[in-house]
């Protein structure tokens, strides 16, 4: 699944977060966060929320296009350790 929206954000966050899980639940485990160019900490939460999902389903997330802010914001929060980003 690729993210379309450049922005995530408390606005559309949990809409997003929705959609990831219904991948997830779909059999998609990549999703794909390139074309995000600003987030806060809602979108680190929707990630999580896909990570729950995922271990749920008992399926491996792969996320790829992590911007450099939710990767920081991850960070500053102490659970980038928990993000399942694809080399």
Same mark, same amino acid.
């Given at each position: 699944?690729?993210?379309? %929206?450049?922005? $995530? +954000?408390?606005?559309?966050?949990? /809409?997003?977060? /929705?959609? +990831?899980? /219904?991948? $997830?639940? &779909? +059999?998609?485990?990549? $999703?794909?966060? %390139?074309?995000?160019?600003?987030? =806060? %900490? &809602?979108?680190?939460?929707?990630?999580?929320?896909? @990570?729950? /999902?995922?271990?749920?389903?008992?399926?491996?997330? @792969?996320?790829?296009?992590?911007? !450099? %802010?939710?990767? &920081?914001?991850?960070?500053?929060? +102490?659970? =980038? !350790?928990?993000?399942?980003?694809? !080399?």
């Amino acid at each position: 699944m690729k993210i379309a %929206s450049t922005d $995530i +954000g408390m606005a559309n966050a949990a /809409e997003i977060a /929705e959609a +990831g899980i /219904e991948a $997830i639940r &779909s +059999g998609d485990t990549t $999703i794909d966060l %390139s074309a995000v160019l600003t987030c =806060d %900490s &809602s979108a680190v939460a929707a990630v999580l929320a896909w @990570q729950r /999902e995922a271990a749920r389903a008992g399926a491996k997330l @792969q996320l790829i296009g992590l911007p !450099s %802010s939710l990767l &920081s914001l991850a960070a500053v929060y +102490g659970v =980038d !350790s928990l993000l399942a980003v694809a !080399s």
